[in-house]
T-cell receptor
Framework: ETGVTQSPTHLIKTRGQQVTLRCSSQ?????VSWYQQALGQGPQFIFQ???????GRGNFPPRFSGLQFPNYSSELNVNALELDDSALYLC????????????FGSGTRLTVV | AQTVTQSQPEMSVQEAETVTLSCTYD???????LFWYKQPPSRQMILVIR??????QNATENRFSVNFQKAAKSFSLKISDSQLGDTAMYFC????????????FGTGTQLKVEL
């Protein structure tokens, strides 16, 4: 049983650029959630995808968008990067409706300069 | 909206000793889950223990146990026989049952286990 894998592990971007982060969900999990974890803070919910549809969104602007593919993998896209977007981005997969099934990846560390 | 508060930014404990990490939360809901996650330097969040609000019995997982006080909205984690591998950031998290399955996290407690 494979876990959640995220790519890349580290990324440096310039303010104003766009970035795409990728996540492969754990086998058997069809729900993917994305979290932003700023330095020294707890993760903040960005959004969740279930069956390729957005299924809940946190307090993040529209320049944060996502996709889920038929194989349940997912992408997080951020446009017009700002310095405050520098953070660890965590992906978590789960079966539908089961919070105890959350499996997290190791994250992508994004630095915006 | 739900909030989760962890008032201990850092704690330390001697190996083999017991330590308790505190967490309080605020919600108007009656059915929910509470979690403790561990985040070591590898960055991956690892589920330590889970508690369902409708269960009065406190959850236990080997050396880890919780003290769940629903009326007080308190959810502390007790680690017995602390080991060096327990050194990590610990996050308390709240989740509602039903659709969405969003987790609300506290700011974390950095635990250091010392020889």
């Amino acid at each position: 049983e494979t876990g959640v894998t995220q790519s890349p592990t580290h990324l440096i971007k310039t303010r104003g650029q766009q970035v795409t982060l990728r996540c492969s969900s754990q086998s058997g999990h069809n729900t993917v959630s994305w979290y932003q974890q700023a330095l020294g803070q707890g993760p903040q919910f960005i959004f969740q995808y279930y069956r390729e549809e957005e299924n809940g969104r946190g307090n993040f602007p529209p320049r944060f968008s996502g996709l889920q593919f038929p194989n349940y993998s997912s992408e997080l896209n951020v446009n017009a990067l700002e310095l405050d977007d520098s953070a660890l981005y965590l992906c978590a997969s789960s079966p539908p409706g089961l919070l105890d099934g959350y499996t997290f990846g190791s994250g992508t560390r994004l630095t915006v300069v | 909206a739900q909030t989760v508060t962890q008032s201990q930014p850092e704690m330390s404990v001697q190996e083999a000793e017991t330590v308790t990490l505190s967490c309080t939360y605020d919600t108007s809901e009656n059915n929910y889950y509470l979690f403790w996650y561990k985040q070591p330097p590898s960055r991956q969040m690892i589920l330590v223990i889970r508690q369902e609000a409708y269960k009065q019995q406190n959850a236990t997982e080997n050396r880890f146990s919780v003290n769940f006080q629903k009326a007080a909205k308190s959810f502390s984690l007790k680690i017995s026989d602390s080991q060096l591998g327990d050194t990590a950031m610990y996050f308390c998290a709240f989740g509602l049952t039903g659709g969405g399955n969003k987790l609300t996290f506290g700011t974390g407690t950095q635990l250091k286990v010392e020889l």
